[in-house]
């Protein structure tokens, strides 16, 4: 699986910014996808997550002001962030990421990230 995410850069508090992921090659079993975010030193945190049957889950930060969607074409997989009423505590690197099941074994896949910047 391939994942090429875009999308991100500079926005003021209180704006809006839209990501994008397009996932490409092995799509067919992919069961979850997600975007994280990183800080520098810091864990590497879920922000929103869809699986295959449309099911979302947030971060406690991130809920009401973000949206996760997905659209699914014949070759490629489109994951969406929608980031509403930035904060400057949102400003991150944000990653997308794919998981497939295959044999009970979860394998992961990660884009190269984008960076998302809210200036005060």
């Known amino acids: 699986v391939q994942l090429q995410a875009s999308g991100g850069g500079l926005v003021q508090a209180g704006g809006s910014l839209r990501l994008s992921c397009a996932a490409s090659?092995?799509?067919?079993?992919?069961?979850?996808l997600a975007w994280y975010r990183q800080t520098p030193g810091e864990q590497r945190e879920l922000v929103a997550a869809i699986t295959d049957r449309g099911i979302t889950n947030y971060a406690d930060s991130v809920k009401g002001r973000f949206t996760i969607s997905r659209a699914d074409a014949k070759n490629t997989v489109y994951l969406r962030l929608q980031m509403n009423n930035l904060k400057p505590e949102d400003t991150a690197v944000y990653l997308c990421?794919?998981?497939?099941?295959?044999?009970?074994?979860?394998?992961?896949?990660w884009g190269q990230g984008t960076l998302v910047t809210v200036s005060s």
């Open positions: 990421n794919a998981a497939r099941i295959v044999d009970r074994t979860v394998h992961g896949y």
């Open positions: 090659g092995t799509i067919f079993d992919i069961n979850t």
